[in-house]
């Protein structure tokens, strides 16, 4: 994965209909990680003020997105971190590992609070419950795992019954229930509780790479390597729309807070604002990260990070029109 190519210069792109482009200002430029590694996983802070971050180089970083500059940062030797997150309540930060191995740290200190064991094969995605009792984990051993927090024990295993890597997951906002995607091209609903599948979403024609809830638990996003994303009726199932417009594989995505925006990243090097209502693209961000490997938005809407080779670019979007 350790591809020796520069990195290139920032430019702005925008759907014609949008005359934004002078609302963007230069991003923030954050290079902790080493220009010769690829950054992983990012993600705000339940508040906005802090960004946690993890890859290549087995560093786990939290930033303040004051000053830019590192609060902490942890190295998990022996491992690269794949997938981060901030507990709802912004205390706990967990890091998932190559090797397979959960990490929850102090997110004041980054000191060590809990190793959660069990996967057999690298983590690919992370999800904290929205009362931050249960953690939802997927992995390359194909299965999606419920942890709780506080004892660090397993609760449930969730397989689908296939053999495709489970590459995506998140909760609904009531905690209710779980999304997950996989390489078998399908968006899975569970019920958390009983860990039954209940629903499958078919109509990507490629491994899910990425899926999200809007907040009021009625919609769901996907993204795929097939280029698109997807927005899915989450009572029944059925699409609601395709969004094409990357080049190449999406690799992340995300609804605003309050539902009117959906945001995606790719391995086309851009981040991409879609207006949840319409379907319509607004904007288009050129990262110059090589490929764009995973965003977050900012709980408030206003930033968006965006993750790849060398470090993470942080965007403040312009205002709704």
Do not use: C
């Amino acid at each position: 994965m350790r591809l020796i190519l520069r990195l290139v210069t920032v430019v702005f792109a925008m759907a014609a209909a949008e005359g934004v482009a002078d609302d963007i200002s230069e991003p923030m430029f954050l290079r902790g990680h080493g220009q010769e590694w690829w950054v992983a996983a990012v993600q705000f802070s339940p508040d906005g003020k802090r960004l946690v971050s993890g890859g290549e180089d087995e560093a786990v970083k939290v930033w303040d997105m004051h000053s830019g500059k590192v609060l902490w940062s942890v190295r998990e030797e022996g491992a690269a971190v794949t997938a981060v997150t901030f507990s709802p309540n912004g205390r706990l930060v967990v890091a998932g590992r190559w090797d397979g191995l959960l990490r929850l740290r102090d997110a004041r200190t980054g000191e060590l609070r809990v190793s959660l064991r069990g996967h057999r094969e690298n983590i690919t995605a992370v999800a904290f419950s929205p009362d931050g009792k249960r953690l939802a984990s997927g992995s390359g051993d194909d299965t999606l795992r419920i942890w709780d927090t506080a004892s660090g024990k397993e609760l449930r295993e969730l397989d689908a019954g296939n053999e495709y890597d489970v590459t995506a997951v998140a909760f609904s906002p009531d905690g209710r229930r779980i999304v997950s995607g996989d390489g078998e091209n399908i968006v899975r609903i569970w019920e958390t509780d009983s860990g039954e599948e209940v629903s499958k979403l078919e109509g990507h024609t490629a491994a899910i790479s990425a899926v999200a809830w809007s907040g009021d638990g009625r919609r769901i996003v996907s993204g795929s390597w097939d280029r698109s994303l997807r927005v899915w009726d989450a009572a029944s199932g059925k699409a609601v729309a395709t969004l094409p417009g990357h080049t190449d594989e999406v690799t992340g995505v995300v609804f605003s807070a309050d539902g009117s925006r959906i945001v995606s990243g790719g391995a086309d090097d851009t981040v991409r604002v879609w207006d949840a209502r319409t379907h319509r693209l607004l904007l288009t961000l050129r990262a110059g990260l090589e490929k764009v490997t995973a965003i977050a938005l900012s709980p408030d809407g206003k930033r968006v990070a965006a993750s790849g080779k060398g470090g993470l670019k942080i965007w403040d979007l312009p205002g709704r029109k």
